[in-house]
Nanobody, 129 residues
C-alpha cells in the first residue's frame, strides 16, 4: 500500500507563485507514475501534470494545455516526492489539487482518473484577483 500526502496549498494573489509537494510512502518501489489532478467546484477532476519514470529513459511529463508554460512538475531523486511549481497563478486555477500515483504497466501515465490507484486527500488552492 502507498500513502500520498500533499502540502503547500493556500490562498494566493493572481500572478503569484506556489509550490505543491506530494510525499509518497509505503510500498513505493514500483510506483512509476505520479502527478497532480485538480477539481474546481462544479467541474470534473482533471489531470494537470504527471510524470512517468521507470528508470529506463528520460522521465515522460504531461501537462494539460491550460497550464503548459506555467506549471512545472518535478521529482525528488528517490522519486518518492513530486513537486508542482506553479507560476502566474490565475483565478481559474482555484481548485482542490490532488496527488495521484500508480504502478503503470502501459509505459506512461494513464490519462483517466480511474487509472490511478493511490490518491492523496487534496490540498486547496485559492487564487484571488
Amino acid at each position: 500500500q502507498v500513502q500520498m500526502v500533499e502540502s503547500g496549498g493556500g490562498s494566493v494573489q493572481a500572478g503569484g507563485p506556489l509550490i505543491l509537494s506530494c510525499a509518497a510512502s509505503g510500498n513505493t518501489y514500483r510506483l512509476n507514475c505520479m502527478g497532480w489532478w485538480r477539481q474546481s467546484p462544479g467541474k470534473e477532476r482533471e489531470r494537470v501534470a504527471t510524470v512517468y519514470d521507470d528508470d529506463r529513459g528520460a522521465p515522460r511529463q504531461y501537462y494539460a494545455t491550460s497550464v503548459r508554460g506555467r506549471f512545472t512538475i518535478s521529482q525528488s531523486a528517490n522519486r518518492n516526492t513530486v513537486f508542482l511549481q506553479i507560476n502566474s497563478l490565475q483565478p481559474e486555477d482555484t481548485a482542490v489539487y490532488y496527488c495521484a500515483g500508480v504502478s503503470s504497466l502501459i509505459g506512461y501515465c494513464p490519462s483517466s482518473e480511474s487509472g490511478y490507484t493511490y490518491w492523496g486527500q487534496g490540498t486547496q488552492v485559492t487564487v484571488s484577483s
